[in-house]
């Protein structure tokens, strides 16, 4: 079957850095997307990755290996409005539908 | 704003009625994804169409159809309804399959 794991919460302080990981089984792959989610509101496109490496965009980077299986969310300079929950998301063909991970609850306090 | 647009925001309806729930994707793209948000389930993929042909089908139930228009919105159709079909609905839209996709805001449906 389909495995996409990331973890469940996570607290950071304001100002802080916060690693999201994600690991994937999926038969095939071909691109590891990520999305933030307000509660209630639509998931809304952070980042791509398809070769492995790290993609820097502002304060959020992600990285990708595909031989492992793995890939990080990097969020720096944490600010109260980061406090949502993202979505490790992958696509295994090219029609391009997405498989999500159950999401992981990111906490920033004061 | 994603330049996506689902009607309605919000559904209450009784058990075994039907509901259409409408998309229309951002200009220029061509292909559009249906997701379903339930609180065990996480995001679920349950449709795909590109250029007004079905594409890729996920666990979608039988009771549930979709279509795309020549002026390629899109509506997806719940039939039957049951209590657990109680969830968000998402559309999304891409310029080209296997681009980031950008979603809706969401129809809420609620099934009493």
């Known amino acids: 079957g389909q495995n996409i794991d990331q973890p469940t919460e996570m607290t950071a302080t304001e100002g802080a850095i916060v690693q999201i990981n994600c690991t994937y089984q999926?038969?095939?792959?071909?691109?590891l997307f990520w999305y933030q989610q307000h509660a209630g509101e639509a998931p809304t496109f952070l980042s791509y990755n398809v070769l492995d490496g790290l993609e820097e965009k502002g304060r959020f980077s992600s990285f990708l290996s595909r031989s492992k299986g793995y890939s990080y969310l990097l969020l720096k300079e944490l600010q109260m409005k980061d406090s949502a929950s993202y979505l490790c998301?992958?696509?295994?063909?090219?029609?391009?539908?997405?498989?999500f991970g159950a999401g992981t609850q990111v906490v920033v306090t004061p | 704003d994603s330049g996506v647009t689902q009607t309605p925001k919000h559904l209450i309806t009784a058990t075994g009625q039907r509901v259409t729930l409408r998309c229309s994707p951002r200009?220029?793209?061509?292909?559009v994804y249906w997701y379903q948000q339930s609180l065990d389930q996480g995001l679920q993929f349950l449709i795909q169409?590109?250029?007004?042909?079905?594409?890729a089908k996920g666990n979608i139930l039988e009771r549930f159809s979709a279509q795309q228009f020549p002026d390629l919105h899109s509506e997806l159709n719940l039939s039957s309804l049951e209590l657990g079909d109680s969830a968000l609905y998402f559309c999304?839209?891409?310029?080209?399959?296997?681009?980031?996709?950008?979603f809706g805001p969401g129809t809420r449906l609620t099934v009493t």
């Open positions: 200009s220029g793209d061509l292909s």
């Open positions: 999926t038969s095939g792959f071909n691109g």
């Open positions: 169409y590109y250029n007004g042909e079905e594409r």
């Open positions: 998301a992958v696509t295994t063909d090219s029609w391009g539908k997405l498989q």
């Open positions: 999304a839209s891409s310029v080209e399959e296997d681009y980031e996709q950008y």
